[in-house]
C-alpha cells in the first residue's frame, strides 16, 4: 500500500511558476515511477509528466520546456516545477506511483491539488 499527499497548488497570474510536491508514504521509494497527471473541468485527465525509478523523464506536448518533474529517493518525494504558466494549465493536479512489476505491480494516487492560472 502506498499513500501520496501532494502539495503546492495555488492561484498564480499567467506567466508565472509553481512547485508542486507528492510525498509517498512507502518503505523503498526505489521500487516506484512516479507520474503527474491533470484534469481540467470537463476534461479527461491527461498524463503532464513521467519519471521512471531510474530518472527517465517524459512530458506531453503542451509542457515540454516549461515543466520539468524531478524526484528525491532520499525523501521519498516527487516534484513537478511548472514556469511560464498559461490559463490552460488550470486544472486539479494528481500524482501517481507505478509499482514496478518486480516487486508486486500497483498503482496509487494522490487526492489532487488545485492550480488556477488567472490573472
Known amino acids: 500500500q502506498v499513500q501520496l499527499v501532494e502539495s503546492g497548488g495555488d492561484l498564480v497570474q499567467p506567466g508565472g511558476s509553481l512547485r508542486l510536491s507528492c510525498a509517498a508514504s512507502?518503505?523503498?521509494?526505489?521500487?516506484?515511477?512516479m507520474a503527474w497527471y491533470r484534469q481540467a473541468p470537463e476534461k479527461e485527465r491527461e498524463l503532464v509528466a513521467f519519471i521512471t525509478n531510474g530518472g527517465m523523464t517524459n512530458y506531453t506536448d503542451s509542457v515540454k520546456g516549461r515543466f520539468r518533474i524531478s524526484r528525491d529517493d532520499r525523501r521519498k518525494t516527487t516534484a513537478l516545477q511548472m514556469n511560464s504558466l498559461k490559463p490552460e494549465d488550470t486544472a486539479v493536479y494528481y500524482c501517481?506511483?507505478?509499482?514496478?512489476?518486480?516487486?508486486?505491480?500497483?498503482?496509487?494516487w494522490g487526492q489532487g491539488t488545485q492550480v488556477t492560472v488567472s490573472s
Open positions: 512507502v518503505r523503498v521509494f526505489g521500487i516506484l515511477h
Open positions: 501517481k506511483a507505478i509499482v514496478m512489476a518486480q516487486a508486486g505491480g500497483g498503482v496509487y
